[in-house]
């Protein structure tokens, strides 16, 4: 059982648990609203909880064994768990595996419009992957691939795509898009190398951080769209001018001829937005 525990232990730790609090709290913003009261259903909240955690660490770990030989070349990646030989293919696979049938059960649980939508976000789970290896684009992908989240999550309560969940989840390509550009940063040399496409290797890091901005910008202004579709209040607009500060500061911590908070400005600094919008949501609901 000990050897379990620490297998699931390391594991968690190659496809980063925690994470989970970039997408968690846009899915639970997405849910409390389109239930429009404070208390949502449980069992629906439950559902989409365990849908987020499977479809982001299937990802997460697809992500891994994809990328484990390019990750065993970079110098800032060869200690991850593959390959430094923690993990094997196989054991992330297999975990990749669970987490699938994770998302594939709260699907079904959940409304028929959840299963149809299926094959589209488990392709865009696995083709997100192979992006960088032909466009400088695959910062996008990688937001056009966890955007589901706030949709899926409001579709899981409506039963319907609605305009307010293309908004969110707009807002949410965006601002995974921009963070991760910034993380980009850290391996231009690399990726000019090798041939591995991303804005920053092919605009230069300073082009990169000015379209990473832009991108940050067009999240706080969908905000802004999403806040008035649905007639939200003061507590909301606190919370988007929090978001938009938070925002601000990650962008003042780096610059082209200093990266060394870069790290902390594409993750440290993100964890704490989502968090902050749901609270000020709450707040708005309660108000």
């Known amino acids: 059982m000990e050897l379990i525990f620490k297998k699931i232990w390391t594991i968690g730790e190659s496809v980063m648990f925690r994470h989970s609090i970039f997408s968690l709290p846009f899915a639970y913003i997405a849910v409390f609203l389109s239930s429009e009261k404070i208390l949502p259903d449980m069992n629906i909240l439950f559902w989409v909880t365990v849908a987020m955690f499977g479809a982001r660490n299937a990802a997460n770990a697809l992500n ?145 951080l000015k379209i990473s901005s832009a991108f940050h910008l067009i999240s706080v202004l969908l905000l802004i769209w999403f ?16 978001v938009a500060l938070l925002l601000f500061y990650e962008h003042r911590i780096v610059s082209p001829s200093n990266l060394t908070h870069a790290k902390i400005a594409s993750y440290n600094v993100n964890e704490l937005v989502g968090i902050t919008l749901f609270i000020f949501t709450l707040l708005e609901m309660v108000s």
């Open 64 to 208: 891994r064994v994809i990328d484990a030989e390019i990750d065993a070349q970079n110098p800032r990646t060869r200690n991850r768990h593959i390959p430094a030989g923690i993990l094997t293919k196989k054991d992330l696979m297999l975990f990749s595996g669970f987490c699938l049938f994770l998302l594939i059960l709260a699907a079904f649980m959940l409304k028929p419009i959840c299963v149809k939508l299926l094959p589209l976000a488990g392709f865009l789970l696995i083709f997100y992957s192979y992006t960088k290896r032909f466009t400088w684009a695959c910062h996008l992908f990688l937001g056009l691939a966890s955007s589901p989240a706030p949709i899926g999550a409001w579709i899981a309560v409506t039963g319907k795509i609605e305009l307010p969940a293309v908004v969110l989840g707009a807002v949410y390509l965006f601002w995974v898009a921009g963070f991760d550009i910034i993380y980009g940063t850290l391996d231009v040399d690399f990726d000019r190398k090798h041939g591995i496409h991303s804005i920053p290797a092919v605009f230069g890091i300073e082009k990169a």
């Open 227 to 242: 806040k008035y579709i649905l007639g939200l209040g003061i507590f909301f607009t606190l919370g988007i001018i929090a």
